[in-house]
């Protein structure tokens, strides 16, 4: 998954990416569109989500929350990287100040919450952070199988891992029970679940066991020198 330059990226979009483009306010629009083009077909460009962004600081009476907070939760979808981070430093200190009359603060600390638990490795509880409030389900709505992104990004992290791993395990991670767990990992994943519950993943670059070999090239000039030293040093 190439989120800084995926191969959906359009001609236009990519003018306007590497181009003077990037600093026209009229190409907000554009690029607007092509994330809502993202959100609906589940691929993610942060390269050209930061430029809106960086459109965003140019122009603050062109800013939405909405758009913000979708280039977030597209962002949390290429975890484990550092494009949540990127995203969020171009968005203006005085958006994310607590402001009671204002929404998008909140939101940003919520998802906030939810990046920091993905990249920490606590699916578990992101699970569980992400059900414990209509808010989350309210900035995930726009982006067309978050919760499925974000199981096959754990799924994939876990067979980078592990050659073997409980179902009890995975269900907890995958934020699934039962048939619907099974259903995915066997299905979605591809791996085998004996009878007592094991799951079975095959062998790839990343989980293999690999000999580890470590040559110290030492020469007799090399001892005759630490010889010599520690005899000078004596007399």
Not at 11 to 33: F, K, M, T
Not at 90 to 106: D, K, Y
Request: net charge negative; charged share 30%.
């Amino acid at each position: 998954m190439d989120s800084e330059d995926p191969q959906e990226r359009p001609e236009d979009v990519s003018n306007i990416i590497n181009g003077l483009e990037r600093y026209n306010p009229e190409a907000v629009g554009n690029l607007e569109d092509y994330l809502r083009h993202q959100c609906e077909n589940r691929y993610t460009d942060s390269n050209a989500n930061r430029t809106l962004l960086k459109l965003y600081q140019l122009n603050p009476d062109r800013v939405k929350d909405e758009v913000i907070t979708n280039i977030l939760v597209k962002a949390l979808t290429c975890f484990p990287s550092p494009q949540f981070a990127l995203a969020l430093h171009l968005i203006p200190p005085h958006l994310m100040a607590p402001n009671p009359r204002a929404e998008l603060p909140e939101a940003i600390s919520k998802l906030r919450e939810l990046n920091n638990q993905l990249q920490g490795a606590q699916y578990a509880r992101f699970w569980a952070t992400l059900d414990s409030d209509d808010l989350y389900a309210d900035l995930t709505t726009d982006i067309d199988g978050f919760e499925e992104l974000i199981r096959v990004r754990i799924a994939t992290l876990v067979s980078h891992a592990y050659r073997e791993i409980e179902l009890s395990v995975l269900e907890q991670w995958l934020g699934l029970e039962g048939q619907a767990a099974l259903n995915f990992v066997t299905e979605t994943a591809g791996w085998k679940v004996d009878e007592g519950g094991l799951v079975k993943i095959p062998r790839n670059p990343e989980n293999e066991a690999k000999k580890s070999e470590v040559r110290e090239d030492v020469n007799v000039d090399m001892f005759s020198r630490v010889i010599r030293r520690a005899w000078e040093e004596t007399v």
